[in-house]
């Protein structure tokens, strides 16, 4: 006969039991202080000084993702380097030096003017259709300088409406243009996407000769984001674009341009053009070169990250106090990595917590520009005026926050490099 179980036997068990699960799921300590080399860096940046954020590109780092770039891409593509990623003269400069080209890929009409005055021998396809304000701004700056825009510069450009008003522009200046076709491989972001489209737009090009056809532009980086094989993805976005670009040489005849500019590609996407066949003759790519974390993926595995931004404490507590005066203890005794609190100078980047280990942001306390909390356990031990380390989440945006970037070897920061100006 079964014994019975008393009441107060059961009720144990239970209490138990949920304790023992919830042992399980309680949080470990994932506190970390810095690496060696975090710890240098953090040297040196205290012997420049440096006052406040700071964003850092690790020189060594980003000259060994230019050589792993160029182990792919080899002869069989020419390399564009995209300048949203990387905005700044003197990180294009070491760029192109390190890369051995002279062509960029630029989004924003101050950024050119800038790039035209300082890189003069530069080769510029523009990334995205621009209003044709913005061109009439450049040439309106620009017309005379060094840089020779009717050779030098192609306008990417996406409809025969938009075609027709830099038309209009290129008569009204009396100037030359070269016009890059925008392409849709499957983005469907924008493009032309019927060859009815792009013989209206070659049409235009041959009956106004002030401007001349240079190439065609596909851009596809749904091919590694959209759930499927990447692969597959690749040889249908290629077969549109070698449709376009049959119909494109079949329409021009004699008129094709023996230099034309055919990209494609872009940081998660390049190294998908190992081996194959393809039709563009040039790949672009830039984000890969200091590896934000949106780029942390299997196509850019071989890559190392570059850049950090560096900034420092201004308080350091050994508890973690919120407005409501109990709840800061009691999520501190539930996860170890709330047991100390830290206020950086600044905050709120597109960034994570990269160094010490096991920092992160409180979404109760919420966000901050001015003073960002971050928690991190009893390991740690930051003090007032050490530096803490985030990873940008991408680098188009974020580098030109800090003003100058400082550049990392050998132990040191070496140089200084200025950012390129949204108000050129």
């Given amino acids: 006969m079964p014994m019975k179980l008393k009441r107060r036997t059961v009720l144990l068990g239970g209490i138990g039991g949920a304790a023992a699960v919830a042992a399980g799921l309680k949080p470990r300590d994932h506190g970390e202080n810095h690496s060696p080399y975090f710890s240098d860096l953090s040297t040196a940046l205290d012997a420049v000084p440096a006052v406040g954020p700071t964003l850092v590109v690790d020189r060594q780092k980003l000259l060994a993702n230019i050589a792993t770039l160029k182990s792919h891409i080899g002869d069989r593509f020419h390399y564009r380097i995209v300048a949203k990623s990387l905005p700044s003269i003197g990180l294009l400069q070491t760029i192109m030096s390190a890369a051995d080209s002279n062509r960029l890929m630029l989004f924003h009409q101050p950024f050119l003017s800038q790039v035209a005055t300082e890189l003069p021998a530069s080769d510029v396809l523009m990334g995205k259709p ?11 700056t620009h017309r005379y300088s060094e840089f020779d825009h009717e050779q030098q510069l192609q306008w990417l450009l996406d409809t025969p409406r938009r075609l027709q008003q830099y038309a209009g522009l290129a008569d009204s200046l009396e100037l030359g243009m070269r016009i890059n076709i925008e392409i849709d491989v499957g983005l469907h972001r924008g493009g032309v996407q019927s060859d009815a489209d792009l013989h209206a737009m070659l049409q235009i090009i041959q009956d106004h000769p002030r401007l001349n056809f240079a190439g065609l532009m596909g ?37 094709w341009p023996a230099n034309v500019t055919l990209n494609a590609g872009g940081s998660p996407t390049y190294q998908l053009y190992d081996r194959g066949d393809y039709p563009c003759n040039e790949l672009s790519a830039g984000s890969c070169l200091v590896k934000p974390t949106d780029f942390d ?64 942001t409180n979404s109760l306390f919420g966000r901050s520009a001015n003073q960002e909390m971050l928690n991190g356990s009893s390991t740690i031990d930051l003090q007032v005026d050490d530096w803490v380390f985030l990873r940008p989440t991408q680098s188009e945006f974020v580098f030109v926050q800090f003003g100058d970037i400082a550049v990392f070897d050998g132990g040191e920061i070496v140089e200084r490099w200025p950012v390129l100006s949204a108000n050129a």
């Fill in 130 to 140: 621009m209003p044709v304000s913005a061109a009439a701004a450049f040439y309106k």
């Fill in 219 to 255: 851009y596809e980086p749904h091919i590694v984001k959209v759930p499927g094989d990447p692969l597959a993805y690749r040889e249908r976005a290629m077969a549109v674009y070698r449709e376009r670009l049959s119909s494109a040489r079949d329409f021009l005849g004699e008129a």
């Fill in 297 to 360: 993926m299997p196509t850019l595995a071989d890559h190392q990250p570059a850049s950090y931004i560096a900034t420092p404490v201004l308080k350091a507590l050994d508890t973690l106090q919120l407005p409501v005066d109990y709840i800061g203890p009691l999520m501190a005794a539930w996860d170890p990595n709330r047991a100390r609190t830290f206020f950086t100078y600044g905050g709120y980047w597109k960034a994570l917590p990269e160094s010490p280990k096991g920092l992160s």
